[in-house]
């Protein structure tokens, strides 16, 4: 029942963008985006809503597929405070389940 | 912002004893708190959902008697495991919202360790 995401792991060099992606077999009625640094709590970045919503965050933004159950998460001239590990987190039926994480990092 | 306060941050507990741990929001009504675990480069994994004024869902694998949750206000819920043992020990995390529309926000998370 946990959403799979994609990939688990990226590497990117300072100014380059990602794409993460997060899919889910079950109706979803919201997806949410978190960002974990090592030994802290999960920050929470952005909601997507039904209704096939995209949102953006500064150079963050991410997009809600309601018909695909899928979202996406994008990352534009990655810096490297981006980096960290990368959770969706689905919401149907009053719980909130999250995918294994992409684990992202940015190299100068 | 919205503000979740988990203490404690780390404990330290015998085998055999008990430990809890409360999750607030500060400045939101929480109708809805979760409880996670996470083990070392781990996903969350969630444990149970507690919504105010009624039971805690637990997840299927969960016991709910070595895992007792309340959530007894709508700024507060607590997570009590029962004679701890040290396959108990791992970062445990709350987080809290308001019928989810404005995201849910996690507390600080406490590492339990259990010799």
């Known amino acids: 029942q946990q959403p799979v995401q994609s990939p688990q792991a990226v590497i990117l060099r300072e100014g380059e963008d990602a794409v993460i992606n997060c899919s889910s077999s079950?109706?979803?009625?919201?997806v949410h985006w978190y960002r974990q640094k090592h030994g802290e709590a999960p920050v929470f970045l952005m909601i997507l809503l039904k209704g096939g919503e995209q949102k953006g965050h500064e150079k963050i933004s991410a997009s809600f597929n309601e018909k695909k159950q899928q979202s996406s998460l994008y990352l534009t001239a990655s810096q490297l405070s981006y980096s960290g590990t990368y959770f969706c987190g689905t919401e149907s039926n009053n719980d909130m389940r999250f995918g294994a994480g992409t684990r992202l990092t940015v190299k100068p | 912002g919205a503000v979740v306060s988990q203490h404690p941050s780390r404990v330290i507990c015998k085998s055999g004893t008990s430990v809890k741990i409360e999750c607030r929001s500060l400045d939101f009504q929480a109708t809805t708190m979760f409880w996670y675990r996470q083990f070392p480069k781990q996903s969350l994994m969630l444990m149970a959902t507690?919504?105010?004024?009624?039971?805690?869902?637990?997840e299927q694998g969960v016991e709910k008697d070595k895992f007792l949750i309340n959530h007894a206000s709508l700024t507060l819920s607590t997570l009590t495991v029962t004679s701890a043992h040290p396959e108990d020990s791992s970062f445990y995390i709350c987080?809290?919202?308001?019928?989810?529309?404005?995201?849910?926000?996690f507390g600080s998370g406490t590492r339990l360790t259990v010799v």
């Open positions: 987080s809290a919202g308001y019928r989810g529309r404005y995201g849910y926000t």
């Open positions: 079950k109706a979803l009625y919201s």
């Open positions: 507690s919504n105010e004024g009624s039971k805690a869902t637990y």
